[in-house]
């Protein structure tokens, strides 16, 4: 008889997200019916009722390290992996997107934008080098460094190699501060004098440091205070 209510239930549930997608749905529904498909037969309402009583709201639900999911009641570690993964795929998808449409980074909004895609449910903090081409198009986005960046711990010779590599004659670089705000620290504005500095010696040029905290985010070279980083 349970078996039957949740079959029905779901099926509903599923009726309702073909018909129109989220419209409607509260971020508990949203929830409950990705679970479906991490856990078969239970109540998963009241499991999602759980996590966002932990966590507060959807985004902080999948935002959350997986061993957090893990301590909260009616969660597995199947779906503690569907919760991480569904958050590691949206990532994938919105850089994807953006990079199979040959952008062209030649505005602080621009470069902001794909840049906030990047490190979108990211809690460890990344420095990413945006290798550009003459015409500030996009040729490659690499991972240079993880950990609180600074001119100690992020490898400039890196940076050399994946701009040799890809024939770039221009760079951005960017990073995140997860548990913080966008604004630069003084660790942050070293490191861009350093790498700015050393790009010289190949005479390619540093065009922008993005600093992303969530959806937030700071150009320095668009700023009036820190413009004189990249000349």
Known sequence: M????????????????????FDGFSDVNILE?????????KDTNVIAHN???????????????YDMLLK???ITDNTATLISMTRELFKVYESDKIEKSKVSLDSAEKTSQFCVSRF???TEEQLYALLLDNNLSLINCVLISKGSPNTS???????FEQVVASN???VMITHNHPNGVAAPSSDDINLTKTVSDALKYINVKLYDHIIVAGRDSISLAA??????LFR
């Open 168 to 170: 770039a004659t221009g």
């Open 120 to 122: 979108l449910g990211q």
């Open 51 to 65: 996590l966002l009583n932990e966590f507060g709201s959807i985004s902080a639900v999948f935002d959350a390290p």
């Open 153 to 159: 711990s992020v490898d400039i010779r890196k940076i």
């Open 2 to 21: 349970e078996k039957n209510i949740h079959s029905g239930h779901r099926e509903r549930v599923r009726e309702n997200y073909k018909k129109s997608g």
């Open 72 to 74: 909260v009641r009616g």
């Open 33 to 41: 019916m990705l679970l479906f498909y991490s856990i078969p037969r």
């Open 223 to 228: 700023s009036s205070k820190f413009r004189y």
